[in-house]
């Protein structure tokens, strides 16, 4: 069979939710046997979104194969339970890189380079990488930003030529729109959608199926006047209604029958129905939790949730497991101080310390894990959050006063230090260390008691390290460094095992949390969290 392309674009407005209806159309897909994928190309000229800071983009995804990503493909990996990897997120940056490079190289030589035909064949390239791979039946791709936009306008260029070498058979575009409520008028008003998709058309793409997202239900009334208007056929205007829940959107768009409309302009099959048995199961638990906790997220993007959207998923994935709502509170480390810390923690089962860079708020991360460290409160430490316990530890244990990170200053204790691979490194693009790195862990540890097995493989991105000089005061004093990369001998968990539940990891368990398979450590902190509440 020749691997079919779904297009996504989108209409109006930004955040309609472009990245959960190309994860749900997968999910239905897949649960019907066929072998798919989404990647998402993004209209920005950085090379990814690595070097953006959180508040311009929001959580950076990091894919097994050290991809610095767009968190779409988080939403991806949860829903299908499938890794990505580089092929699966594209940006203009990557795109012209290319193309400048191949002018360099004397590829076009004698040729004047220009957006078409040039940029338009390399993003083709790239849209057709994973489907000529032979692992898939079904590529969604998903395009970033807004139709109309200039920076989107080769992107759609490239669907339509790309539409028109595939076929109509193999090849669907899917429009996202927004149907807004008019309160004063009483209605519901399709002229936005109407203009989007004449948008569209005149960049020479007709959308096949219009996804319309509503806060009210689409009449059939209304449904009939988008398909006149929109040239779309009655069956493919399918509404998309706010959901409590993102998880709750497969089973939305399965009523809306989006699969069987895809499939059948595909010319596949859809005689056997999806089997979402297990979705909906974890889907009851969330919905019917018999026990709640609270738990503190202390970070400093808290402003703006999406720079902790990996984090805040594998807690609805770990609540569901242990059927307990689990109730996030985002807290600032910068308005965290010793003197009240007590007051601010007051009512939390349990603390996460997140990742982050730089030095501001990192005393309030430290005076939060001394107070959960001293009052047995369930502490989990990531990245940063896990260098934050190594470093508070030596000061308050080890009584080295002036412990701290080189990340923040230069001491005679750097407890965590520069590992020696990024000495000497001045680019800041790509030049973390990312990806996925193996790490064997300690029988009769917190964290192998998690995992149920010793050796794991976790993803990475960060440049500083607990530095290995130090392992052994810190074990005499009692935080043992349960999880090692077998490789390179660097210290990925530490844990206190006096304490009830006191973990850092070096690595970022958050990016493997999926609904099939909900991250070990955030299942097993959830219930510590829970135990503590007792
Ligand atoms: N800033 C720290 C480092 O680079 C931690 C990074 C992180 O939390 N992702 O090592």
């Known amino acids: 069979m020749d691997t079919k392309y779904v297009f996504v674009t989108g209409g109006v407005t930004s955040s309609l939710g472009k990245g959960i209806i190309s994860a749900s159309l997968a999910k239905l897909l897949q649960k019907r046997g066929y072998r798919v994928t989404i990647q998402k190309f993004d209209p920005y000229l950085n090379v990814d979104p690595g070097t953006m800071n959180p508040y311009e983009h929001g959580e950076c995804y990091v894919t097994d194969d050290g991809a610095e990503t767009d968190l779409d493909l988080g939403h991806y990996e949860r829903f299908l339970n499938v890794p990505t990897s580089q092929a699966n997120n594209v940006t203009t940056g990557r795109v012209y ?12 030589l004698g040729k004047t380079v220009q957006i078409i035909p040039h940029v338009t064949d390399e993003i083709q390239r790239r849209m057709k990488i994973l489907g000529d791979s032979g ?7 998903e395009l970033g930003g807004t139709v109309g936009d200039i920076e989107s306008l080769p992107y759609v260029e490239s669907v339509r ?34 203009h989007s998709v004449q948008k569209l058309l005149e960049a020479g793409v007709q959308p096949d199926i219009l996804v319309c997202r509503t806060e009210h239900k689409l009449s059939k009334e209304i449904r009939s006047k988008i398909s006149l208007f929109c040239n779309v056929n009655q069956n493919a205007v399918i509404e998309s209604i706010d959901a409590s829940s993102i998880y709750e959107v497969p089973l939305l768009m399965e009523k809306e029958k989006l699969d069987k409309v895809v499939l059948a302009k595909l010319r596949l099959p859809s005689t056997s129905d999806a089997d979402l048995d297990s979705w909906k199961d974890f889907l009851f638990k969330l919905k019917h939790p018999k026990n709640e906790v609270n738990i503190g997220l202390v970070g400093k993007y808290v402003e703006l949730p999406d720079a902790y959207k990996s984090i805040i998923e594998a807690f609805i994935h770990a609540g569901a497991v242990n059927e307990c709502k689990v109730n996030l509170t985002l807290m600032s480390s910068e308005n965290l101080h010793e003197d009240t810390i007590e007051e601010k923690l007051k009512g ?19 005076s939060t894990i001394k107070y959960l460290r001293e009052n047995n409160v369930p502490f989990f430490g990531i990245c940063l959050g896990m260098q934050c316990a190594v470093i508070e530890y030596a000061r308050n244990v080890l009584g080295l006063k002036t412990a701290h990170s080189t990340e923040m200053i230069k001491t005679i204790d750097p407890v965590i ?11 800041k693009g790509g030049t973390m260390r990312l990806g996925a790195y193996k790490c064997k862990l300690e029988k009769g540890s917190k964290s192998y008691t998690a995992y149920g097995k010793q050796m794991i493989s976790e993803r990475h ?7 290995n000089t130090y392992l052994e005061k810190f074990e005499a004093l009692g935080m043992k460094a349960v999880g090692i990369n077998p490789d390179n001998n660097l210290v990925e968990v530490v844990e206190i095992p006096t304490h009830p539940w006191f973990v850092g990891v070096q690595y970022h368990p958050e990016l493997k949390s999926t609904v099939d398979e909900p991250h070990p450590l955030f299942v097993r902190f959830v219930k510590a969290a829970l135990d503590n509440k007792k």
């Open 97 to 108: 890189q290319t193309v400048i490079d191949n002018e360099r190289e004397g590829k076009y």
């Open 135 to 141: 692992e898939f039946d079904i590529i969604i791709t």
């Open 161 to 194: 030529q790309l539409k028109r070498k595939l076929g109509s058979d193999d090849s669907v575009v899917i429009h996202l729109t927004f149907v807004p409520y008019l309160k004063a008028a009483g209605e519901l008003k399709t002229k936005p959608t109407q």
């Open 348 to 366: 939390l089962d349990g603390v996460l310390v997140a990742p982050g860079f730089g030095d501001r708020g990192i005393d309030g991360k430290i």
């Open 417 to 427: 230090d520069l590992m020696e691979s990024q000495k000497g490194i001045s680019k």
């Open 461 to 467: 991105r960060h440049r500083f390290e607990f530095n």
